[in-house]
């Protein structure tokens, strides 16, 4: 009989101690998509492209772009390829520069690079030119000029697309495939020691260059 009555006094405390309970706070906020800022998310080049936002031209296009549609051509190539061959009146900006940097972590870097790709191609080990943007704004400081971004390939020059857009240029145009998908006449004047599209071949793939485009003449 007492233990029915201790088990009944139990099962009744429970109740009561449960209904004074209050509900628990969430440890976390759910945001609704369509209230969060899209304007804070930066844009990726990719999605410039695809979308648009950023023209793509064509190499064969470019000439028509800069002296028809008002583009200024922004060449965001490393200083050691713009020595070879640069287009007359254009802007040079680095997107990359040469990691000058001695540590010990950079330097065994470097001598990984120059065994893998430094040797063949004759390219430094570069890191990202942290006055970029600042050096642009400099060089072209309206933002609303129609700015056509080019390098060799069309990879680096769609990185500098996005932190142009990004930083407030809205007219952009991008060379796609580069200055390598070029041909002689798609540019009206060239400076340099080398022809534009081959201003990126250095190291020891020059010289197979050389022997190619030397093979090519004789086979004329």
Avoid at 39 to 65: C, H
Avoid at 69 to 88: I, M, S
């Amino acid at each position: 009989m007492a233990t029915h009555q201790l088990n009944h006094m139990f099962k009744t405390s429970m109740v009561k101690n449960h209904k004074k309970q209050q509900p628990r706070t969430p440890r976390f906020h759910v945001f609704n998509n369509a209230t969060t800022s899209s304007t804070t998310t930066p844009m990726s080049a990719r999605k410039l492209i695809e979308s648009g936002t950023v023209k793509t031209i064509f190499p064969k296009d470019a000439s028509i772009a800069m002296n028809s549609e008002g583009f200024l051509l922004l060449d965001v190539r490393p200083t050691w390829e713009t020595e070879k061959a640069r287009v007359v009146g254009s802007v040079h900006v680095p997107i990359f520069v040469e990691d000058t940097d001695n540590s010990p972590v950079t330097l065994l870097k470097k001598w990984v690079h120059f065994g893998y790709i430094g040797l063949w191609t004759g390219q430094y080990l570069t890191t990202l030119n942290p006055e970029f943007l600042g050096q642009v704004e400099v060089a072209i400081p309206d933002k609303g000029t129609k700015v056509l971004v080019a390098c060799g390939e069309g990879l680096r020059s769609m990185a500098a697309a996005s932190k142009l857009y990004n930083g407030g240029y809205k007219n952009l145009g991008w060379l796609a495939g580069g200055f390598s998908r070029s041909k002689d006449d798609d540019f009206p004047g060239i400076e340099g020691t080398e022809k534009l599209q081959y201003a990126t071949v250095g190291g020891v793939s020059y010289y197979f260059l050389q022997l190619l485009i030397l093979l090519q003449a004789v086979g004329k």
